[in-house]
């Protein structure tokens, strides 16, 4: 999934997640601030800081939507980054990057493929309610499948957080 900004200028001052490593710079699931940012002919100029490390650096990107692409804003990460380790960020943000046709579609398809073969096997009316049978529960199962573990890894995230709060998250 893709944050859009309307203007580089709105990053500035900012935290964002990565989402994309660059090499010898900053890991995927780092959270980075904004120091300032250019717009040149062929793009822009971002300068960030590294809050793990402090260190500052300046990446040229194409346009605002590369920029986009590479980290997006995230509060709930920012606001409690300390508490999450580099697996459950990078976890989180794999499975908020998932969307419907990149996760359910594939697995949709199998489930027809199978449907198909099986209705072919089983000839007649019998092997075409099979098929149909199949196919929607291939879909019911892909998009439960979808919606709880996108539920469930940022239930687990408020659970680790909200542990001193006195509210359990259910």
């Not at 709105?10 to 989402?19: G, M, N, S």
């Not at 490593?21 to 601030?33: F, I, M, P, R």
């Not at 027809?112 to 879909?139: D, P, Q």
Request: glycine share 6%; hydrophobic share 45%; charged share 20%.
């Amino acid at each position: 999934m893709t944050y859009m900004l309307n203007s580089i200028d709105e990053a500035v001052d900012r935290k964002f997640l990565v989402t994309k490593s660059l090499s010898n710079q900053v890991k995927a699931g780092t959270l980075v601030h904004i120091m300032g940012t250019k717009e040149i002919d062929d793009g822009v100029v971002v300068d960030y800081r590294v809050t793990d490390t402090g260190q500052d650096f300046s990446i040229r990107f194409a346009g605002v939507k590369e920029f986009c692409q590479w980290a997006r804003p995230d509060t709930f990460i920012a606001r409690y980054y300390e508490s999450f380790s580099q697996k459950e960020i990078l976890h989180y943000i794999k499975v908020n990057n998932r969307s419907f046709a990149n996760f359910c579609l594939p697995i949709i398809l199998g489930v027809v493929v199978v449907a198909i073969i099986l209705a072919l096997i089983i000839k007649g009316t019998v092997g075409v309610i099979v098929a149909v049978v199949l196919s929607i529960a291939g879909v019911a199962a892909s998009m439960f499948l979808y919606n709880s573990q996108k539920k469930n890894v940022k239930l687990k995230l408020y659970q680790k957080v909200s542990t001193n709060w006195g509210i359990a998250f259910k």
